[in-house]
């Protein structure tokens, strides 16, 4: 009797930045970001709560999208259609984040995104999965295990 072979697939946690490129046409990355994700496979592409919640808050932030941002209803369509792609899901928080996360923090100095990069970059870490971003900082954190989406 044949056996069915399972490939583990690579699931990425797409960093806020990365969810804003896929949900809106004008932001600058968008076709670099619609080419990553065409051909990920069904489940690959996650959110956490932290994205979800980033992409929520900037998504109906008029200093980001202006005249494009959307009303808070408006986001949560935007967001609920992205989850509707076979391709996006949504990862709970695993066990074992924050000792990474504290680990990850112990030697750096303050910026606006340490807290929101060291924690994704610990989820990922805690969770066996991989970052996808256009930020090269994340190239920097223990492993380096992001894909870096750039020029």
Same mark, same amino acid.
């Given at each position: 009797m044949p056996t069915l072979s399972r490939r583990r697939i690579q699931v990425?946690?797409? !960093?806020?930045?990365? $969810?804003? #490129?896929l949900g809106f046409e004008a932001h600058a990355h968008h076709r670099r970001a619609a080419d990553w994700f065409g051909d990920h496979p069904? @489940?690959? /592409?996650?959110?956490?709560r932290l994205t979800q919640q980033g992409f929520l808050r900037l998504a109906t932030n008029p200093s980001v999208f202006g005249e494009e941002s959307l009303s808070l209803?408006? +986001? $949560? =369509? /935007?967001y609920d259609l992205l989850r509707t792609d076979e391709r996006v899901g949504f990862l709970? =928080?695993?066990?074992? &984040? =924050?000792?990474? $996360? %504290?680990?990850?923090? %112990?030697s750096r100095g303050y910026s606006h995104k340490v807290w929101t990069d060291t924690?994704?970059?610990?989820?990922? =870490? +805690? +969770? @066996?999965?991989? &970052?996808?971003t256009f930020d %090269?900082?994340?190239?920097?954190? %223990? @492993? @380096? !295990? #992001?894909?870096?989406l750039g020029p």
């Open positions: 990425h946690l797409p !960093d806020v930045n990365l $969810w804003l #490129a069904p @489940g690959s /592409c996650c959110f956490c209803p408006q +986001a $949560w =369509e /935007c709970a =928080e695993p066990p074992g &984040v =924050e000792p990474p $996360w %504290r680990q990850l923090t %112990r924690y994704l970059a610990a989820f990922a =870490e +805690a +969770a @066996g999965q991989r &970052v996808a %090269r900082g994340f190239s920097n954190y %223990r @492993g @380096g !295990d #992001a894909t870096i």
